[in-house]
């Protein structure tokens, strides 16, 4: 005769059945139905529709049958309000009765009926029962308050109850005091309004202890609970709580000694700093978590995750404890995983023991658990500076056996030591090396491109390596593009001479190609860096890095006091604070305070522990930190740079400018922008240059308008249509109010708009290089025309070409890259500063000619189609930048004197013999640089020509 | 506080529910048979897992999950505590605490819940009381039950709830006074393959059954109560007299309860009774097994009950082996040898010793298996507590006392 013949009738009229028996006269019958009816609804059957029928066996002098009938009230009044009303009077009877148990009874029940309705009959017997004689009552009573409160909390509040339910904590019976604990700590839990909170004053304090020691383990919960939130006023009053709770260590319920160990670790440091008092308390602590940690595994995993933050804050409470974190093979798993907290516990002394038990681990089936364990060795590795030789060695034997998740998790953590003992284990890099093929997560990449750059110096083959890495760049996850991106850099700042290619490449794979923000704005920024100063970007970049410390696998120290505070609870489980993952209740913020603490706790600090990416994790560091020695070698890094442009002017000084011509925009497709940060450093002639003579320029522009100041070539088709996909480029070059200019017109004659433009510059003899970003207007729909101006800087990368006024452009759009070249006319290049000397003045210029040797004159008959005079042939000339520094008249012919110089600060002196009335002027030009000899008499022509 | 439980058995249904505040819908267990999914085994499903408006809580006993869902921040311990409390009432009451012996008595245990538990907190834990309000069924007293319309719920009021002494019911009374105490520890170790002990520690407990009449006061004195430095109590234990002399001294629940459980740390050196001699190889395709167990410091007790298991690679196909004493089995689907030893005779030392064939093709295991070994020793605690005397205060009749010992292997492995 057992329960499950309650379930055996399955027919169809069972409902119809059961109503039969509901509303049979023999007693025993009806309640062998109500039985049923209950069996029906636990198992989740819908018998609602008995309602009537069993409220109408409620009263009843029957105690199990009531108890049934209120099982089945409790369960259905919700989707039958009015029928529950049928039931009130009962209880308000029942209220009433002689029997303790059936008063209490019928409390508990009314406040388990969730109808709005029913609770304003709820209240007038409820007030009595909360002032009954019997406890029994009146501990039931109080938790009816708080099932009230959820129903209708303004009701509770505007009644009164919860002045009422605070006299109850001063009750006799301490079993009425827990309850009412428990009830106002969950009304203060989930209401916003002051009203509701629990104040607590020493008083209460008095007789929540009190009550401790004689109420059930679960009034204990709920008192020590209520405990931990209490502000001592001094250290004594912390000292006298800590001692009276001391003892709850020793209970058998779990519950009750982790609540314990709450109040304590948070009286501890009200108490204040290291006393003798905390030093053996601290003691006592440690073998009630032990005897938690070999209870029922779940026991345990919530123990461990507290015991994690114990540690954390108190590392000496079980540093002679170690064993009973080693692991045995048949513990469930998420205990396996969370032995690992007590790592911070980890001694000199306990450390072989530890190292040795590890190793075991490492050899397991368990992939999460190995890998746990192998990152535990290095953490051992950083927290005891004695151990790290061993933890090394137990290391590269677990490299050795080639378990593909062992090494990855190896290197990760070698890594880290390499880091914390910077200088030390470098030898075993070579072992490391071999071992790269086999590394497939991204973790393990990262760390190893990581070791790879920056012990570039000592590896020897590093580029190698690293270019291995980026024939894949856009496979990797972001956290290897970043790594790469970095190690490279650093590479580069290492060895520049070897990599140029390399780092050329990665900032253009990084800044171009990549729709990542976080690669891109890196990318920029090391970009910028290097071309704008590269001795900074080696103190950034190469700077020292901090050591790391044990404690990258540590919370915030904010965090970690206000977890403290939440030991016992879900929030020491998910080492989340509770606003972090408690939603849809008001949180009062009411036990976050330990004593000392700053002010903001950082909820999203869990998840920057253990950064792989180091500079990521630092950057503000090493920007502080700055290397000195670092200085002697940029002298010679600059060296190596200025070696490579073969432009023979002398360098004039290292004046880093700002350059804002250098925004490249973001193309780099020729390479270009990357010898550009070669050039970097070389001396900026033109612009600030052009702005001392800002005046005459301004003179030379009121003379002639405002259109152009120099002669302009019309536009040449430089880019024919049917080479690029529809694209024609034609242009030309101009200077405007001292700025050169690349005009361009783009015209589509292609069948699809057009769209991405983009624009660089090859290495060029006089190093120009765009000056800002193309802007074409986009897209350029078909058959359309775009005239678009390219501003021209000067200072890009240096390198002679063949002809020598030959510029090599690719332009990219969303179709493809073109390429094609034109001749930059060298009076694009005559800059406003190349009067030699002055008028008045002309013995610089006739010292220089003298200086200049005979066999570097050049002499050309060059036409005058205009027949100008002379005066008109100066100003024209002026116009262009070359400036007349003396006129002679000798023998009846004009004699000119002129200088001009181009951007790279060539000289070029010239003496004009102008014959009146002839077609041709006789042009004797003098410099040291012969090769732009042809090209300046060609300049002469065109602008004489063309005035 | 607790807001519902739902019990699931082992093919995902769920048998049970009980809300003690509104009815959550079972689609909240969606989420646990989500994270029960990624487990490897029964066991490894995480015990606290968080939705996003519930927080699921749950301990896996007699093969079933009893989820208890909560809406608020709460102590985990406290819920986990509880549900094993529900789970030990439940075996207290029916034997078992299985899905049959559940759903043989579903009234009964929405009742005991009911109990248990009122809005989230716990009510009535205490088995003693609960036995008072809700009697534990036996065929006698459905059979009386039936006859006479008189129900298994009592109608008085459980007089223990009330007093200073909540796990004791008043107005006990037995003709034969009489209160026995059993010492039982386990050791919990881990023997490497050298033989020499990684760790060790006891775990003890005192499980009394004392049935006594009225209201009787307990002394326990103990001849070196030293040992115990790390103790939980039963409540009615008084922490006091045991911080100041170092005795129990309590009023006892009525029936069998624990009085106490301790635990001597792995500071104390542990003297292990047994040693285990494994030799185990693998090679390709198979291997050779050799496996020796002999008693070590047992102070002249006998070993008896020793059963060797051990969990094989995966790769192991079988095992042909020959014991010198006792029985052993392979279980070739869950690879686990279990070798039934019996008692140790000192001078025959048992032996089990034959070949493993592995699956042909797959590479030989890198790590070897684990054994476990269970055993037991009477009359000894392996920690060298002794019990004193036993006196009793508050009665006049004179009872009868008992103390027995026990050691066991609790979880007790050699890696080999």
């Known amino acids: ?947 | 506080m607790i807001h519902s439980l739902f019990m699931i058995n082992s093919a995902g249904d769920i048998f049970m529910e009980k809300h003690w505040k509104s009815v959550i819908s079972r689609s909240v267990c969606d989420y646990f048979f989500e994270e029960q999914q990624k487990a490897n085994s029964p066991e490894d499903v995480n015990p606290v897992i968080s939705t996003p408006h519930h927080y699921l809580i749950h301990i896996y006993r007699e093969n079933i999950y009893f989820v208890a869902v909560c809406t608020t921040e709460v102590p985990p311990l406290f819920v986990i505590e509880f549900l094993h409390r529900v789970v030990d009432t439940f075996t207290d009451y029916f034997g078992d605490g299985g899905e049959t012996a559940i759903k043989d008595n579903y009234v009964i245990v929405y009742e005991l819940l009911e109990e248990m538990l009122d809005n989230g907190f716990p009510l009535a834990t205490e088995s003693n009381i609960l036995k008072e309000l809700i009697k534990p069924p036996n065929i006698l007293r459905t059979v009386v039950n039936t006859v006479t319309g008189s129900s298994n719920l009592s109608d008085t009021l459980p007089t223990g709830q009330l007093s200073n002494v909540p796990w004791r019911r008043a107005g006990v009374k037995y003709t034969n006074n009489e209160a026995y105490f059993d010492v039982i520890e386990e050791i919990d170790a881990i023997i490497d393959k050298q033989g020499s002990t990684v760790f060790a520690d006891i775990q003890g407990v005192i499980d009394c059954c004392v049935k006594l009449s009225g209201m009787p006061d307990l002394t326990l004195s103990f001849m070196n109560p030293r040992i115990l430095d790390d103790v939980s109590f039963h409540p009615c234990v008084r922490f006091k007299r045991w911080e100041s002399e170092r005795v129990l001294s309590f009023v006892p629940p009525d029936g069998n309860f624990r009085l106490i459980s301790y635990h001597v740390g792995s500071q104390n050196m542990v003297a292990i009774p047994v040693y285990v001699k494994p030799n185990i190889s693998f090679r390709e395709g198979g291997g050779r097994f050799d496996v020796t167990v002999g008693p070590k410091q047992t102070m002249g007790k006998l070993v008896e009950s020793v059963v060797i298991t051990c969990a094989m690679p995966k790769v192991v196909l079988n095992m042909n082996l020959t014991p010198t004493q006792g029985t052993y089995t392979f279980d070739p689907v869950a690879k686990v040898l279990t070798w039934d030893v019996g008692k140790i005779n000192p001078q025959k030392l048992p032996n089990l010793r034959g070949n493993i064939s592995l699956q042909s093709g797959s590479p030989p295991p890198e790590s070897n298996p684990a054994i476990s070994v269970q055993f037991k020793i009477q009359q000894m605690a392996v920690s060298g507590l002794k019990v004193n005397r036993l006196d009793m205060y508050g009665e006049k009749y004179k009872p009868f006392k008992g103390v027995k010992y026990l050691t066991k292997a609790g979880n007790f492995q050699v890696r080999t």
């Open chain 1, 1 to 947: 005769m057992t329960d499950s013949k309650y379930f055996t009738t399955t027919k169809k009229g069972e409902i119809f059945e059961l109503k039969g028996e509901l509303n049979s006269d023999k007693k025993e019958k009806k309640k062998e139905a109500v039985k049923k009816v209950i069996a029906s609804m636990t198992v989740g059957k819908d018998v609602s529709a008995l309602f009537p029928d069993v409220v109408n066996c409620m009263q009843t002098d029957n105690l199990e049958l009531k108890k049934l009938v209120y099982l089945y009230l409790m369960n259905y009044a919700k989707s039958q309000p009015d029928m529950a009303i049928m039931a009130v009077n009962t209880f308000v009877k029942d209220c009433e009765d002689t029997n303790p148990l059936i008063r209490a009874l019928a409390v508990r029940t009314m406040g388990c009926i969730r109808v709005d309705k029913i609770t304003e009959y709820l209240c007038e017997p409820l007030r009595k029962c909360l002032k009954d004689e019997d406890p029994y009552v009146r501990k039931t009573a109080a938790v009816c308050v708080a099932k009230l409160h959820d129903i209708n909390a303004q009701l509770v509040e505007d009644q009164g109850f919860l002045d009422q339910l605070r006299e109850l904590l001063s009750d006799s019976n301490p079993m009425v005091v827990a309850n009412a604990v428990a009830a106002l700590s969950e009304i203060s839990d989930t209401s916003p309004s002051p009203a509701a909170q629990m104040e607590m004053n020493q008083q209460t304090i008095n007789k929540l202890l009190a009550a401790l020691n004689e109420c059930t383990e679960w009034g204990q919960i709920f008192i020590l609970d209520a405990l931990s939130n209490y502000v001592p006023k001094d250290d004594r009053e912390a000292q006298s709580i800590c001692e009276r709770v001391t003892p709850r260590l020793a209970h058998s319920n779990a519950g009750v000694v982790l609540s314990a160990v709450k109040v304590l670790m948070k009286g501890m440091e009200y108490v204040g700093m290291e006393t003798e008092f905390v030093t053996t308390l601290q003691k006592k602590l440690a073998p009630p978590l032990v005897t938690l940690l070999s209870s029922e595994p779940e026991v345990q995993y919530v123990a461990l995750r507290n015991i994690n933050l114990i540690v954390q804050k108190r590392p000496d409470i079980l540093k002679h404890e170690m064993k009973v974190f080693f692991v045995k093979y048949n513990d469930p798993i998420y205990v396996k995983l969370e032995n690992w907290t007590s790592y911070p516990s980890a001694t000199q002394e306990n450390i072989a023991q530890v190292l040795a038990e590890l190793k075991e681990y490492a050899t397991e089936v368990d992939v999460d658990f190995v890998r746990k364990s192998v990152r535990a060795i290095g953490r051992c590795a950083i927290k005891v500076e004695q151990a790290a030789e061993r933890c090394v060695s137990t290391l590269l034997d677990l490299i050795q056996t080639k378990v593909n998740y062992v090494v990855q998790e190896a290197i990760v953590v070698i890594k880290d030591i390499f880091r914390k003992y910077p200088n030390k284990y470098e030898s075993i890099i070579s072992t490391l090396c071999e071992n790269l093929e086999s590394l497939d997560e991204p973790d393990a990449r990262a760390s190893m491109i990581w070791i790879v750059g920056e012990y570039a110096e000592r590896i020897d083959n590093a580029d190698e390596l690293l270019e291995s890495f980026l024939e894949g760049f856009h496979d990797e996850s972001t956290q290897v593009q970043l790594q790469l991106l970095t190690a490279i850099v650093k590479l580069f700042l290492k060895k520049p001479t070897e990599t140029q290619e390399l780092v050329q490449q990665v900032l253009s794979l990084a800044t171009q190609d990549s729709d990542n923000p976080d690669l891109r704005d890196r990318g920029y920024i090391y970009w910028r860096l290097l071309s704008t100063d590269p001795a900074a970007a080696k103190e950034v970049v190469l700077a020292e890095k901090p050591l790391i410390s044990s404690e990258t696998d540590r919370l915030e120290p904010t965090l970690l006091d206000e977890l403290i505070c939440y030991i016992a609870s879900l929030a020491s489980v998910y080492h989340k604070p509770p606003s972090a993952f408690v939603e849809g209740q008001a949180l009062v913020v009411r036990r976050t305070q330990l004593p000392v603490r700053s002010a903001s706790g950082e909820p999203g600090a869990t998840g920057a522990t253990e950064s792989p990416v180091p500079q990521q994790a630092q950057p503000v560091q090493q920007q502080q930190s700055v290397i000195p020695s670092h200085d002697t070698a940029m002298g010679d890094l600059l060296g190596d740079l200025l070696s490579m442009d073969l432009n023979p002017q002398p360098q004039q000084q290292m004046s880093m400018t700002p350059a804002p011509q250098q925004d490249m925009g973001g193309m780099d497709l020729l390479g270009g922008g990357l010898d550009s940060l070669l050039g970097g450093p070389s001396p900026v002639a033109g612009m600030p240059a052009s702005q001392a003579s800002m005046g005459g320029g301004l003179g030379d522009i009121l003379g002639l308008g405002i259109s152009s100041t120099t002669y302009v070539p019309p536009k040449q088709v430089w880019l024919p249509a049917p080479k690029a996909k529809g694209l024609e480029v034609s242009g030309t070059f101009s200077i405007r109010q001292n700025v050169r200019y690349m005009d361009l017109t783009l015209k589509n004659n292609a069948m699809a708009p057009m769209g991405d433009f983009a624009i660089q510059f090859n290495k060029n003899s006089f190093g120009l290089s765009p000056a800002s970003a193309l802007q074409v207007p986009s897209p350029l729909s078909p058959g359309q025309t775009a005239d678009v101006t390219l501003p021209l800087g000067t200072n890009g990368p240096v390198q002679k070409m063949d002809p020598l006024m030959n510029l090599q452009v690719a332009m990219k759009n969303n179709i493809d890259v073109f390429y094609f070249s034109c001749l930059i006319p060298i009076h694009l290049l005559f800059t406003e500063d190349g009067q030699m000397g002055s008028a008045s003045d002309r013995k610089v210029f006739l010292a220089t000619w003298k200086d200049i040797p005979d066999s570097n004159e050049v002499q050309k008959e060059i036409a005058n189609p205009n027949q100008l005079d002379p005066k008109g042939i100066s100003d024209k000339l002026q116009q262009s930048f070359i400036f007349t520094i003396a006129q002679r008249n000798v023998d009846g012919r004009d004699m000119l004197y002129q200088s001009l110089k181009l951007t790279n600060g060539i000289w070029v002196l010239a003496e004009l013999k102008i014959q009146p009335r002839s077609p041709t002027m006789t042009l004797s030009l003098k410099t040291r640089a012969l090769d732009v000899i042809p090209q300046v008499q060609q300049a002469y022509e065109l602008i004489i020509a063309n005035m």
